[in-house]
T-cell receptor
């Protein structure tokens, strides 16, 4: 069965420091991958997505992610975190055969220290 | 950009009553809408997929008689929690897409916080 794992439940980072959120997946087929951000009590906003091609993907708000097939990973990074980046981040994975049905990871809550 | 409006944002109801949550695509026609449930500090769990004009497809373990989904038009899907109980308290989120393929963008509503007392 497919699964998505975000190993870190919480991450605390100082403002201005770099951030990396981990995502590992287990899928039998070639996946397509997403990162979403959720502010408290809100829906999800798409940060970036990977379907094919260049494995380093640029997203909004200065985020990027790198797809590593050999490691079944799609880690999210940001060079310098802003206080407004404090939120919950979800990695999601889908396969072409399933259309828009996505499987979400458990989420990583990011806290930003001043 | 495409906007999905979810209403109400918060609702409190008494045990045994039913509550309806609306999900509207404001500036596009949503061929498919998805309903998710999110427990506190947990991930989104897909409950069902609804296509306009047809019956919703429920995920395994989701009670279709308890969570009634109607997708009567290309801009509106509703989720009705029937005979609600405290364990139904949760954050419900809808998403919508204009296409059918895997690369058709998903747009999420802001969610509905349901509290059953």
């Amino acid at each position: 069965a497919q699964s998505v794992t975000q190993p870190d439940i919480h991450i605390t980072v100082s403002e201005g420091a770099s951030l990396e959120l981990r995502c590992n997946y287990s899928y039998g087929a070639t996946p397509y991958l997403f990162w979403y951000v959720q502010s408290p009590g809100q829906g999800l906003q798409l940060l970036l997505k990977y379907f094919s091609g260049d494995t380093l993907v640029q997203g909004i708000k200065g985020f990027e992610a790198e797809f590593k097939r050999s490691q079944s990973s799609f880690n999210l990074r940001k060079p310098s975190v802003h206080w407004s980046d404090a939120a919950e981040y979800f990695c999601a994975v889908g396969i072409k055969a399933a259309g828009n049905k996505l499987t979400f990871g458990g989420g990583t809550r990011v806290l930003v220290k001043p | 950009g495409a906007v999905v409006s979810q209403h109400p944002s918060r609702v409190i109801c008494k045990s045994g009553t039913s509550v309806k949550i609306e999900c509207r695509s404001l500036d596009f026609q949503a061929t498919t809408m998805f309903w998710y449930r999110q427990f506190p500090k947990q991930s989104l769990m897909l409950m069902a997929t609804s296509n306009e004009g047809s019956k919703a497809t429920y995920e395994q373990g989701v009670e279709k008689d308890k969570f009634l989904i109607n997708h009567a038009s290309l801009t509106l899907s509703t989720l009705t929690v029937t005979s609600a109980h405290p364990e139904d308290s949760s954050f419900y989120i809808c998403s919508a897409t204009a296409g059918f393929g895997y690369n058709s963008p998903l747009h999420f509503g802001n969610g509905t916080r349901l509290t059953v007392t």
